[in-house]
């Protein structure tokens, strides 16, 4: 089972970027899926989580109203669109995946178990 993060790269402050997660190796289209980031000399942080069929999602404080999670089950892909990016936003970026199918969705990094490389995103001041 592999997760392919992609999308990061270096912004201005204000700017958007997209994330993409792709999974291959088995379905996740009836799995929540997840965001989490972690900058330098910080813990991992909760961004965003999406229920399986993609009907609710959740945000971290630090990014509602800004960043928006989607994703395409016939794509087996998870979305992150970032809008009104802010330099403090700057950090490797994760997407993850529940093993468990029809579960509720997922708000800590211990609920998940499948976990994607990462994709740096970089906000300039």
């Known amino acids: 089972v592999q997760l392919q993060a992609s999308g990061g790269g270096l912004v201005q402050t204000g700017g958007s970027l997209r994330l993409s997660c792709v999974a291959s190796?088995?379905?996740?289209?009836?799995?929540?899926m997840g965001w989490f980031r972690q900058a330098p000399g910080k813990e991992r942080e909760f961004v965003a989580a999406i229920s399986w069929g993609g009907s609710y999602t959740k945000y971290g404080d630090s990014v509602k109203g800004r960043f928006t999670i989607s994703r395409d089950n016939a794509e087996n892909t998870v979305y992150l669109q970032m809008s009104s990016l802010k330099p403090e936003d700057t950090a490797l970026y994760y997407c993850?995946?529940?093993?468990?199918?029809?579960?509720?969705?997922?708000?800590?990094?211990?609920?998940?178990?499948?976990w994607g490389q990462g994709t740096l995103v970089t906000v300039s001041s």
């Open positions: 190796g088995r379905t996740f289209s009836n799995s929540a």
């Open positions: 993850a995946g529940d093993r468990t199918m029809y579960g509720g969705i997922k708000l800590r990094d211990d609920q998940y178990d499948y």
